[in-house]
């Protein structure tokens, strides 16, 4: 079954040199409830930014249902939904 959502080898390193993520793996397949837990500083806000959109990685992949978030960031963008 494909993943709904596919991060691979994810990072981000920000201007001040704090490294958020580090070679991030995850997959999330369709149907699937995921909670993701972790003490602050840990990524977790960050990675799910990128995912939506509103931070660039600094390096890997990140596909939701099989659309890029780089290269087709609208199709992408058009899957998923953020609360708050």
Do not use: W
């Not at 001040?16 to 149907?31: C, E, P």
């Not at 960031?73 to 899957?79: D, G, M, P, Y």
């Amino acid at each position: 079954m494909q993943s709904i959502i596919s991060i691979q080898g994810l990072t981000k390193t920000y201007a001040s040199g704090f490294q958020a993520l580090r070679s991030t793996n995850l997959d999330i397949r369709r149907g699937e409830i995921f909670g993701l837990l972790g003490p602050n500083g840990a990524g977790k806000t960050t990675l799910i930014n990128i995912v939506c959109g509103i931070v660039n990685p600094s390096g890997g992949q990140v596909a939701i249902d099989g659309h890029d978030i780089q290269r087709n960031a609208r199709e992408a963008r058009k899957l998923v939904g953020l609360g708050p």
